[in-house]
């Protein structure tokens, strides 16, 4: 591990040779062997040439929208983003001269109509929180290349065991690394990768921006991709198992959990919504070992309530038009025995049942 701010120099001659372009590493905001494992990892496993890591999910977003557009341009955004990309993008962005329009991913008519002369950016995710739609890439792809706009997609749920977006055309694909490639809620980290143009200049951002990641972060979400195909293929059966259990129940109002995502399954979250059926705060106060987070993708088993987290300060009547109800959990499957789970679910539903 590269624990260190800077790297040092024999001589004179020897620092040079860093501004010749015949060593790679300076000063660890720039570039640290690290940080580049973990770009780099990320990129193989993506398909693409080039990554770079970042100090989280968001400047990895940040550093990539900057790389494409500037003071004066327009971004096309899917209205059903994760919150924080949504603060980023409807004020921050806002901030610098940049305009983002939100539009339903489902409607290609509806973007199209959205595009003007000064639109360089198509963004969307290539699974939605909480839920779980999943975006035809395919189309939204085509659309925009047609338009010449550059597409830019956040796959940090669905992860390159389920989509590889660029391999399918996008651009740019970003990912939280707090999330499945960490995969042990223990590290604040983001990837972003591309062709090798749109890497270098998003990298420069992130040197200019102080957007780095620290080494240790980086060697932890290092250590956790080794494991991400393991992990996932376990989470993703768990995933189904859950699914399968809970819709066989029809006091349940509705199970969100996709089909036919990929030949690797369908994603390691659930959501469910309990409906008019159970009381929702019984329901927490009923999970036992399965904690209440405001994250996901970890190894133990979590849930969430989007309603009081990530769609707090979205508008009632938004909320209802995207389907974030009083009765909505998501769930964030682990790598436990699928038997444990499903008891877990079971007891804390039939407590729940009104
Ligand atoms: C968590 C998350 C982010 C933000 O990532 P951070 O690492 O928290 O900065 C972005 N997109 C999605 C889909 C996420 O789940």
Same mark, same amino acid.
């Given at each position: 591990m590269y624990q260190t701010s800077a790297f040092s120099f024999k001589d004179l001659d020897d620092m040079e040779d860093f501004y010749r372009g015949n060593? *790679?590493?300076?000063y660890t905001r720039f570039s640290n062997p690290n940080t580049d494992d973990l770009g780099q990892g990320v990129a193989e496993l993506e398909g693409a040439p080039k990554g770079v890591a970042t100090s989280s999910g968001m400047s990895a977003i940040l550093a990539g929208v900057l790389a494409v557009v500037s003071h004066g341009d327009h971004i096309i955004a899917s209205e059903d983003i994760y919150g924080g990309t949504y603060q980023l993008f409807a004020h921050e962005l806002k901030e610098f001269g940049i305009e983002v329009s939100f539009v339903s991913m489902n409607n290609l008519d509806e973007i199209e109509n959205t595009i003007r002369v000064n639109t360089k950016l198509l963004y969307s995710e290539s699974i939605t929180n909480p839920l779980l739609r999943v975006e035809n890439l395919a189309s939204l792809i085509s659309l925009a290349k047609k338009h010449k706009l550059t597409t830019m997609i956040d796959n940090t749920f669905a992860t390159p065991y389920l989509i590889k977006p660029f391999e399918l055309g996008a651009d740019l694909v970003i990912h939280s690394a707090t999330k499945y490639i960490g995969g042990h809620s223990d590290v604040t980290a983001g990837v972003l990768v591309g062709n090798e143009t749109l890497i270098s200049k998003a990298k420069t951002k992130v040197v200019n921006l102080g957007c780095n990641l620290s080494p240790f972060e980086a060697w932890l979400a290092c250590r956790g991709l080794k494991t991400l195909a393991v992990r996932m293929e376990r989470q993703v059966k768990n995933a189904q198992a859950l699914a399968d259990f809970l819709r066989? =129940? $029809?006091?349940?109002k509705r199970v969100y959990y996709p089909e036919s995502v990929s030949e690797n399954g369908n994603g390691a979250i659930v959501s469910v919504d309990?409906? *008019? =059926? %159970?009381d929702i705060d019984v329901f927490f106060k009923s999970l036992q070992w399965i904690r209440i987070v405001p994250t996901l993708a970890g190894v133990e088993s979590t849930v969430t %309530? @989007?309603? !009081? $987290?990530?769609? !707090? $300060?979205? @508008?009632e009547a938004i909320r209802s038009k995207l389907g974030i109800t009083r009765g909505l959990v998501r769930i964030s499957l682990g790598i436990e025995d699928a038997e444990d789970i499903i008891d877990a679910f079971d007891k804390a539903i039939k407590t729940a049942k009104l």
């Open positions: 060593k *790679e590493y300076l066989q =129940n $029809t006091a349940i309990l409906g *008019e =059926n %159970y %309530y @989007p309603l !009081r $987290t990530s769609h !707090r $300060t979205v @508008p």
